[in-house]
């Protein structure tokens, strides 16, 4: 990691308008639960379809395409990228040093807040809210990395971040059989249900198949944003 390229994309990420939004949607996560938490329904059901649906399906992802473009993206396109390529510095460090900033920034204001929902809605109860805790942290890592791809490789990161968010995460890896393995969402699930209690959280994806995929997701859109960067590079010296 690069401190000077980390101080540079931890203040550039957390301005005020970006800071706002990142607080905003873990924050109605906790009011939801603590309204969830007052009311007559089933407290495992609720729990499971508030920490599984809202925070794993729609908090992880959309925190996950506005810190991992943000890291990046608005570099690119106002043009100031150029001067952090223009020193001595290896791409992939660059690309892995704001990676970093993008997992950390995202456990902070996805798994924390997953976290402390679960603990508000169900207690420590069947390992509930740890299970899920842990599943948005390595949802949020790979979601990290998948959108810092997309910051680098168009200009319209956030439009295509959201369709696939929305699109294939929310509607076809939900509700389609066959694409539930190509998940990020399902693999998070599988994360958290090996570490709750058994058959406190579903999922459809078996854990020998949703580690591997994390892991090469993760990797090639890692290596693949660092291979683009140096392309970036190349066409700027032109």
């Not at 854990?207 to 066409?235: D, E, N, Y």
């Given at each position: 990691?690069?401190?000077?390229?980390?101080?540079?994309?931890?203040?550039?990420?957390?301005?005020?308008?970006?800071?706002?939004?990142?607080?905003?949607?873990?924050a109605?996560?906790?009011?939801?639960?603590?309204?969830?938490?007052?009311?007559?329904?089933?407290?495992?059901?609720?729990?499971?379809?508030?920490?599984?649906?809202?925070?794993?399906?729609?908090?992880?992802?959309?925190?996950?395409?506005?810190?991992?473009?943000?890291?990046?993206?608005?570099?690119?396109?106002?043009?100031?990228?150029?001067?952090?390529?223009?020193?001595?510095?290896?791409?992939?460090?660059?690309?892995?040093?704001?990676?970093?900033?993008?997992?950390?920034?995202?456990?902070?204001?996805?798994?924390?807040?997953?976290?402390?929902?679960?603990?508000?809605?169900?207690?420590?109860?069947?390992g509930?809210?740890?299970?899920?805790?842990?599943?948005?942290?390595?949802?949020?890592?790979?979601?990290?990395?998948?959108?810092?791809?997309?910051?680098?490789?168009?200009?319209?990161?956030?439009?295509?971040?959201?369709?696939?968010?929305?699109?294939?995460?929310?509607?076809?890896?939900?509700?389609?059989?066959?694409?539930?393995?190509?998940?990020?969402?399902?693999?998070?699930?599988?994360?958290?249900?090996?570490?709750?209690?058994?058959?406190?959280?579903?999922?459809?994806v078996?854990?020998?198949?949703?580690?591997?995929?994390?892991?090469?997701?993760?990797?090639?859109?890692?290596?693949?944003?660092?291979?683009?960067?140096?392309?970036?590079?190349?066409?700027?010296?032109?």
């Amino acid at each position: 990691m690069n401190l000077t390229v980390a101080r540079l994309t931890v203040r550039g990420l957390l301005g005020r308008r970006r800071g706002i939004l990142l607080l905003v949607v873990p924050a109605l996560l906790l009011v939801i639960s603590v309204i969830g938490r007052s009311s007559g329904s089933d407290k495992h059901d609720l729990a499971v379809t508030i920490l599984g649906e809202l925070s794993l399906g729609t908090l992880v992802p959309i925190l996950g395409l506005i810190v991992g473009t943000g890291v990046i993206a608005t570099e690119i396109d106002d043009g100031s990228i150029v001067y952090l390529l223009a020193k001595p510095l290896p791409r992939w460090k660059i690309i892995t040093t704001k990676l970093a900033i993008a997992v950390v920034t995202t456990w902070a204001f996805a798994a924390v807040p997953t976290l402390l929902a679960g603990l508000i809605l169900y207690g420590t109860q069947d390992g509930l809210a740890v299970g899920f805790a842990l599943g948005t942290v390595v949802a949020g890592a790979a979601y990290s990395a998948v959108f810092l791809l997309l910051g680098v490789v168009t200009r319209h990161a956030v439009v295509a971040g959201l369709g696939y968010a929305l699109v294939w995460e929310s509607l076809v890896g939900n509700y389609v059989q066959g694409a539930k393995t190509l998940s990020v969402q399902q693999w998070g699930l599988s994360v958290a249900k090996a570490v709750a209690a058994d058959g406190a959280i579903p999922a459809h994806v078996s854990l020998a198949a949703a580690v591997p995929l994390l892991v090469v997701v993760t990797v090639a859109a890692t290596a693949f944003a660092s291979v683009k960067l140096a392309g970036l590079t190349l066409a700027s010296d032109e």
